[in-house]
């Protein structure tokens, strides 16, 4: 059984910090593409970061320099390093896989990040 578990999120001060996690199970985690996306009330979910297969990164403008992906395929995990947090990036953050060879898609079920003035 596929599963993208988030883990990491609540509520924390302007400009603190907060770590998600996704653990993966089920899928054959080398070979995703993953990628953090963010939602908000009334509004579509957005990109936040994508890490490749290979490891390449890419990110929204509104959180470069402030945002780090990564991966660890050992641990089929997938990170997102949020530093200097802003009230705009409250939402609920949810972890997405995508297979390089059969396109699937998968989602996690969301984890909210609640980032307080």
């Known amino acids: 059984q596929v599963q993208l578990v988030e883990s990491g999120g609540g509520l924390v001060q302007v400009g603190g910090s907060l770590r998600l996690s996704c653990r993966a199970s089920?899928?054959?985690?080398?070979?995703?593409?993953m990628a953090w996306y963010r939602q908000t009330p009334g509004k579509e979910r957005e990109l936040v970061a994508a890490?490749?297969?290979?490891?390449?990164?890419n990110y929204a403008d509104s959180v470069k320099g402030r945002f780090t992906i990564s991966r660890d395929n050992a641990k089929n995990t997938v990170y997102l390093e949020m530093n200097s947090l802003k009230p705009e990036d409250t939402a609920v953050y949810y972890c997405n896989a995508h297979d390089i060879y059969t396109h699937s898609i998968r989602w996690g079920q969301g984890t909210q990040v609640t980032v307080s003035s």
């Open positions: 890490i490749t297969s290979g490891g390449s990164t």
């Open positions: 089920g899928i054959i985690f080398r070979n995703k593409d």
